[in-house]
């Protein structure tokens, strides 16, 4: 039983909000596909039985499984782009995942024969891929203006790493790495 109040319009709502009710109905789907489906599974000395965490970091895969500890991840921006039905049929394919590698032990295709043949008694819906994210809500990757303190050449980079300016490593250090070229970020022009 999941704990609610009334909100602003009057419905009622889990107590901490919509990823909360979210998590709550997809673990009961869950609950129920397994106790269904999955008896098999369970039955089986080392399988763990699943986990799921609702992640809003994911903004490429609307799912994913790691079948050996048993934890499965959903994308909550996925949910809000698509709704709850397309939501409860990643979470049935992340758990054909989590069944085929119990089933059919650890050395199976991650979309081969046997996890199509779970999915499919499970589900016939279940696709391999699922529909894309809304392009608005990708993140643009930032792009880094990083300067060589000795030739004061820049350069355009997307990661902010510990690297140093090619020329001057070439030119100084026979095309070895050297600390003293380390490219710094530039500063913003205001």
Not at 65 to 78: H, N, Q, S, V
Not at 168 to 181: H, I, L
């Amino acid at each position: 039983m999941v704990n609610r109040t009334i909100n602003g319009e009057g419905y009622m709502m889990p107590l901490g909000g919509p990823e909360f009710w979210l998590q709550a109905e997809l673990q009961d789907a869950m609950d129920r596909v397994i106790k269904q489906h999955f008896r098999d599974v369970l039955a089986m000395p080392r399988s763990p039985y699943p986990r799921l965490e609702l992640s809003n970091r994911m903004t490429s895969s609307a799912g994913r499984c790691y079948p050996d500890t048993g934890e499965i991840r959903i994308a909550t921006l996925y949910h809000r782009d698509h709704g709850i039905d397309a939501t409860l049929l990643v979470l049935k394919h992340e758990l054909a995942h989590w069944a085929a590698r119990w089933r059919y032990g650890r050395r199976i295709a991650p979309h081969g024969r046997e996890f199509r043949a779970v999915a499919q008694e499970l589900d016939p819906r279940i696709t391999i891929t699922c529909p894309p994210f809304a392009h608005k809500e990708r993140a643009q990757r930032r792009m880094w203006r990083m300067n060589c303190p000795n030739c004061r050449r820049t350069y355009q980079r997307r990661r902010r790493d510990k690297v140093a300016c090619r020329a001057c490593c070439e030119r100084y250090s026979r095309g070895q790495y050297d600390r003293r070229f380390r490219l710094v970020v530039a500063p913003r022009a205001e």
